[in-house]
């Protein structure tokens, strides 16, 4: 099941994620924006499979979203790698420590390419018991 919905938005595409916590929430963006750039095109075995840390500091949490989806759509397109996996070690509003882990791109069927994160719409809200955000994905 998907913890995401595809927003329509001219030209490019967003996401809206939910979350309980912080870490659900950037968790879950994390999932979604690798998701919808590829698919597993077959079987990864463990030998194959990579892992990096991510270590980041922002001014706010917002920012600090933007600057996890930005390190991973960098660091994806420097090594060459599709990521599936991640977990969040350690997370306040300021700093994230995480591990992101996938397997390079030949094991993926490529459906579409993400220039940048962008500023526009996103902004975390607190809805009841959980948190929402909307992103914005140039292509």
């Given at each position: ?121 996103l902004k975390i809200k607190r809805e009841g018991r959980q948190y929402k955000v909307e992103i914005i994905f140039d292509?």
């Open positions: 099941m998907k913890n995401y919905t595809l927003i329509d938005h001219t030209a490019d595409f967003g996401i809206q994620i939910k979350g309980k916590d912080y870490k659900e929430l950037f968790t879950r963006a994390a999932v979604a924006m690798f998701d919808v750039v590829a698919q597993i095109g077959h079987k990864i075995k463990p030998s194959e499979k990579k892992e990096i840390r991510v270590e980041l500091e922002a001014e706010n949490a917002d920012d600090l979203l933007l600057c996890w989806l930005s390190e991973l759509i960098s660091i994806s397109d420097a090594k060459n790698l599709i990521f599936k996996d991640f977990k969040i070690l350690k997370l306040t509003e300021k700093s994230l420590s995480a591990k992101a882990s996938g397997a390079q791109r030949k094991h993926f069927i490529i459906e579409r390419e993400i220039k940048a994160v962008t500023y526009h719409r292509v």
